[in-house]
């Protein structure tokens, strides 16, 4: 029963991990259709002979990082290394994996199309059909008598000594059946590396893990919980080929926002720079983030001393600084506290650039919507005169 909850909490998880881990993008495409051939084995008391395994996929990749996937296999398992007394081998059985998929090279390195090698991992549940197979043990104890007689003198008589043993020899017996239809549900995990041969066609390697009750029934030593491995090598094809919006790498939009940053104005009849608030020009510097975090990239360490340095331009300025997530990505209450880090991160870099704490406001917004047509440039602290 613990093992079926698991497998129900991971199949809830692939339907809503991708809403909540991230930002959502409206694609119309993106549909994949998949192959793959190789072999598996059954991890109980040993690795058990490996088996031909196929399986076939349907499913679609919800944006550069989350997707979902459908995913029918089998046929066979092999079982001999166990001590029941039972052997199958080449037990026909067939499964429906339901994947929620991950894609690690997009999610830590940005979506690039060009991109030839991708690694995922997914998980989810496992439902598995095959034949019920029931049996029951017996103990048989074999009770044998030997007797042995040997001849011995007494002056000119022979006498018999007659001398007896007995050996208990035990047996045990199993008998095993086959009936109907039986259902089993399960967990799996796996990864899989792809090699992207065009925008359609992509050739990958997968391996999958999974446990779930046996399809040997009582014939296994673990039969409530079995261990099995695949491994395949397939293709993935992709109707009209991958529609997905490429992330802008961050340092690109950095050099956008940079050109933002104010140059302070200066009266050029008396050449004195003007340092009220009513001559400030408007800073609008934005520091963006990766998803869930409140860390500073490389680049938003150089906009924060660009921004330090015209701060310290205008001391009698006031500054808000507004930080903001993407709602799409997380819990409100999550992203409540995390744009008020991003806010105190970006507020304790700027006094440490010498920045007079009594010029900034810290605001958190928590989550919110797309604010420059691309929901990843939504997890951003800005920096407005107040």
Same mark, same amino acid.
């Given at each position: 029963?613990?093992?079926?909850?698991?497998?129900?909490?991971? %199949?809830?998880?692939?339907? %809503?991990?991708?809403?909540?881990?991230?930002?959502?993008?409206?694609?119309?495409?993106?549909?994949?259709?998949?192959?793959?051939?190789?072999?598996?084995?059954?991890?109980?008391?040993?690795?058990?002979? @490996?088996?031909?395994?196929?399986?076939?996929?349907?499913?679609?990749?919800?944006?550069?990082?989350?997707?979902?996937? $459908?995913?029918?296999?089998?046929?066979?398992?092999?079982?001999?290394?166990?001590?029941?007394?039972?052997? =199958?081998?080449?037990?026909?059985?067939?499964? /429906?994996?339901?994947?929620?998929?991950?894609?690690? /090279?997009?999610?830590?390195?940005?979506?690039?199309?060009?991109?030839?090698?991708?690694?995922?991992?997914?998980?989810? @549940?496992?439902?598995?059909?095959?034949?019920?197979?029931?049996? =029951?043990?017996?103990?048989?104890?074999?009770? +044998?008598?030997?007797? +042995? /007689?040997?001849?011995?003198?007494?002056?000119?008589? !022979?006498?018999? +000594? !007659?001398?007896?043993?007995?050996?208990?020899?035990? +047996?045990?017996?199993?008998?095993? *059946? /086959? *009936?109907?239809?039986?259902?089993?549900? #399960?967990?799996?995990?796996? %990864?899989? $590396? #792809?090699?992207?041969?065009?925008?359609?066609?992509?050739?990958? $390697?997968?391996?999958?893990?999974?446990?779930? @009750?046996?399809?040997?029934?009582?014939?296994?030593?673990?039969?409530?919980?079995?261990?099995?491995?695949? &491994?395949?090598?397939?293709?993935?094809?992709?109707?009209?080929?991958?529609?997905?919006?490429?992330?802008?790498?961050?340092?690109?939009?950095?050099?956008?926002?940079?050109?933002?940053? @104010?140059?302070?104005?200066?009266?050029?009849?008396?050449?004195?720079?003007?340092?009220?608030?009513?001559?400030?020009?408007?800073?609008?510097?934005?520091?963006?983030?990766?998803?869930?975090?409140?860390?500073?990239?490389?680049?938003?360490?150089?906009?924060?001393? $660009?921004?330090?340095?015209?701060?310290?331009?205008?001391?009698?300025? =006031?500054?808000?600084?507004?930080?903001?997530?993407?709602?799409?990505?997380?819990?409100?209450?999550?992203?409540?506290?995390?744009?008020?880090?991003?806010?105190?991160?970006?507020?304790?870099?700027?006094?440490?650039?010498?920045?007079?704490?009594?010029?900034?406001?810290?605001?958190?917004?928590?989550? &919110?919507?797309?604010? %420059?047509?691309?929901?990843?440039?939504?997890?951003?602290?800005?920096?407005?005169?107040?």
């Amino acid at each position: 029963m613990k093992h079926q909850l698991i497998a129900l909490l991971l %199949f809830v998880a692939t339907l %809503f991990a991708p809403a909540n881990a991230m930002a959502q993008e409206k694609e119309s495409n993106n549909y994949f259709f998949g192959f793959g051939l190789g072999g598996m084995t059954v991890l109980n008391d040993g690795i058990n002979s @490996p088996t031909a395994n196929f399986n076939i996929s349907v499913g679609k990749y919800l944006n550069p990082v989350w997707g979902v996937r $459908l995913q029918v296999g089998g046929l066979w398992q092999s079982l001999e290394m166990q001590d029941r007394g039972y052997e =199958k081998y080449c037990k026909k059985f067939v499964e /429906t994996n339901f994947d929620g998929m991950v894609n690690v /090279t997009n999610w830590l390195g940005g979506y690039n199309p060009n991109r030839v090698v991708d690694f995922s991992v997914f998980a989810g @549940p496992t439902i598995n059909f095959s034949s019920a197979v029931s049996g =029951k043990f017996d103990t048989n104890y074999n009770y +044998t008598t030997t007797v +042995t /007689t040997t001849p011995s003198y007494n002056g000119d008589n !022979i006498v018999n +000594t !007659i001398e007896s043993e007995t050996t208990v020899t035990t +047996t045990k017996s199993s008998a095993f *059946s /086959t *009936s109907g239809t039986k259902t089993r549900v #399960g967990a799996m995990v796996g %990864f899989d $590396l #792809g090699f992207n041969c065009s925008s359609k066609w992509a050739v990958n $390697l997968e391996g999958r893990f999974g446990v779930a @009750p046996s399809i040997f029934g009582q014939g296994s030593d673990c039969h409530s919980r079995e261990a099995t491995a695949r &491994v395949t090598l397939g293709a993935i094809y992709t109707f009209g080929g991958k529609n997905l919006k490429r992330k802008p790498i961050i340092k690109e939009v950095v050099k956008e926002v940079i050109k933002e940053v @104010p140059v302070v104005r200066e009266d050029k009849s008396t050449d004195v720079k003007e340092t009220s608030s009513s001559s400030v020009t408007p800073i609008y510097s934005a520091v963006f983030f990766k998803i869930n975090t409140a860390t500073l990239t490389p680049e938003g360490k150089v906009q924060i001393k $660009l921004t330090a340095k015209s701060i310290k331009a205008n001391p009698n300025a =006031k500054f808000v600084l507004n930080a903001y997530a993407d709602k799409n990505t997380g819990y409100p209450a999550l992203n409540q506290r995390l744009t008020e880090r991003r806010a105190k991160v970006v507020y304790d870099a700027l006094i440490a650039e010498g920045v007079n704490p009594a010029q900034l406001e810290q605001v958190a917004n928590g989550g &919110v919507d797309t604010m %420059f047509g691309d929901d990843r440039l939504t997890r951003v602290t800005i920096m407005e005169v107040k």
